[in-house]
């Protein structure tokens, strides 16, 4: 499964244009939306709500191919993107407002939308890789009053219906539905945590949860440091743990998430620069605790400290007239969110889940010395 992603900025407009009316609202209206939802899998549902209109029809209906021959594909592999333009005609379609179908549908968000002026146009890349579509849980599809499939567009290949406990990913093959996560409350409960996290600290709270993810896969990748509670994890799930690589952000989605609370913590005094060397040391000690907590080996501490190396105490900024007026106000209120700051930049947190981090690591990636410059010269193999 490829993911999927607005084409980048050009200059190219359609070779061919035409007088466009005002775009007319349809007869039936999509109640309610699916959040999250692909464009793709959302107009395929508005149009087989009126009358079954095939998707090459329907989407010249709202804007031209910004490329010659150019086809809307298969929802379940790939997602269109619009121009302002179109958009607003699809609003005006689907009995929406603008706001609306940005709150809900992720790819129509301004960041997403095709940098071309002028008349309506959309396209459907076939190189994609800036969201992966996952299908929506079947439980939520039916309390939305659809029995097609839908598809959400998703930055990493899995997402957590916390709703009804289910684990979704974009597994295509026959028996691969959605995991029930019944025996396991803890990976709901975290996926509960990590948007409070994301949503109180904003950017940085998505950098710090990267970071995490991608250290987990770390851990994930060695053999010799994964936690025996994952091996739990898996036997809880039956058959569907034996496909490792598959289920292997499930597994440790709850140590993620908890590492990602204590990446923020030291992130926020760091860059505040008042984490001083002494402090950093206990911040390390209380990171190793955790992970014999978790009976992570000690060797799992040489991932940590290299993200530590890459987010590096800052100097204590000289005193001023002005910063010691500042540190004599109430600071309630004040730093509640995370900037992002080096090695992290606000570009990379667009990307994908597994792009997002500042750290090389990815799940199911060999290790090998140059992605991991541990002490000793550890020569590590992990899953491919």
Not at 294 to 304: F, K
Request: with cysteine.
């Amino acid at each position: 499964m490829t993911a999927a992603r607005a084409p980048r900025a050009r200059a190219a407009r359609p070779r061919r244009t035409k007088a466009w009316r005002p775009a007319q609202r349809l007869g039936r209206s999509v109640m309610p939306f699916i959040g999250g939802e692909s464009t793709g899998s959302y107009t395929r549902r508005l149009a087989d709500l009126n009358g079954g209109i095939p998707d090459e029809e329907f989407w010249l209906m709202f804007g031209t191919p910004l490329r010659q021959g150019g086809v809307p594909s298969d929802p379940r592999y790939g997602d269109g993107y619009l121009n302002p333009a179109a958009l607003e005609r699809l609003a005006v379609m689907a009995g929406r407002r603008v706001a609306e179908l940005q709150r809900a549908l992720p790819n129509l968000r301004s960041h997403r939308l095709l940098p071309v002026d002028g008349p309506p146009v959309w396209d459907w890349p076939w190189d994609t890789d800036d969201c992966f579509l996952v299908r929506v849980c079947e439980l939520c599809a039916r309390t939305k009053g659809t029995s097609l499939d839908a598809y959400l567009a998703s930055d990493a290949t899995w997402q957590v219906c916390a709703r009804h406990g289910r684990w979704l990913d974009n597994r295509r093959e026959p028996g691969t539905a959605a995991l029930p996560l019944t025996a396991l409350p803890e990976v709901v409960t975290a996926h509960r945590l990590r948007p409070q996290l994301e949503r109180r600290l904003g950017a940085g709270g998505r950098a710090m949860f990267a970071d995490a993810y991608a250290i987990a896969s770390c851990w994930w990748n060695i053999p010799a440091l994964n936690a025996p509670g994952w091996r739990a994890r898996r036997r809880a799930l039956g058959r569907a743990g034996r496909d490792e690589l598959r289920v292997a952000p499930l597994v440790f989605y709850p140590e993620a998430v908890h590492l990602a609370q204590m990446l923020a913590a030291r992130e926020r005094r760091r860059l505040r620069h008042t984490l001083t060397p002494d402090e950093d040391h206990v911040w390390l000690e209380r990171v190793a605790l955790l992970l014999k907590e978790w009976a992570i080996p000690a060797e799992g501490l040489d991932v940590v400290e290299i993200w530590a190396s890459r987010h590096p105490l800052l100097p204590k900024p000289r005193r001023t007239r002005q910063t010691s007026n500042m540190a004599e106000r109430p600071t309630r209120g004040r730093h509640r969110r995370l900037p992002v700051h080096a090695p992290h930049t606000e570009q990379t947190l667009e990307a994908t889940l597994d792009k997002r981090s500042c750290l090389p690591w990815k799940l199911g990636q060999m290790i090998t010395t140059e992605l991991f410059p541990a002490p000793g010269g550890w020569t590590l193999g992990g899953r491919t």
